[in-house]
Nanobody
Framework: QVQLVESGGGLVQPGGSLRLSCAASGFTFSRYAMSWYRQAPGKERELVASLSSTGGSTSYADSVKDRFRISRDNAKNTVYLQMGSLKPEDTAMYYC?????????WGQGTQVTVSS
């Protein structure tokens, strides 16, 4: 059974940091590109960061560039999103996605709230 389980969300003050994790199971994690998306209330889901299957290629949304970093540990079947200098506009549900040829899997999400 394929599972993507996000964790690490929570309430943080502006300027703070969080690290999200997404643990994968039920498929060959090392063959999948991984991404983090987010969706704020009333807004469309948007791509935050992506990482190739080997970890050698990354991309980021302009809004998070230089503040967030995506990484993966293929030995642990886990992808991470290190978030720093958080802003209220980063408040959203964060989802991880696994993508390979013809297959896409989503997690259930973890809530991040940035507020004083």
């Amino acid at each position: 059974q394929v599972q993507l389980v996000e964790s690490g969300g929570g309430l943080v003050q502006p300027g703070g940091s969080l690290r999200l994790s997404c643990a994968a199971s039920g498929f060959t994690f090392s063959r999948y590109a991984m991404s983090w998306y987010r969706q704020a209330p009333g807004k469309e889901r948007e791509l935050v960061a992506s990482l190739s299957s080997t970890g050698g290629s990354t991309s980021y949304a302009d809004s998070v560039k230089d503040r967030f970093r995506i990484s993966r540990d293929n030995a642990k079947n886990t992808v991470y999103l290190q978030m720093g200098s958080l802003k209220p506009e980063d408040t959203a549900m964060y989802y991880c996605k696994a993508l390979s040829v013809g297959r896409t899997y989503w997690g259930q999400g973890t809530q991040v709230t940035v507020s004083s």
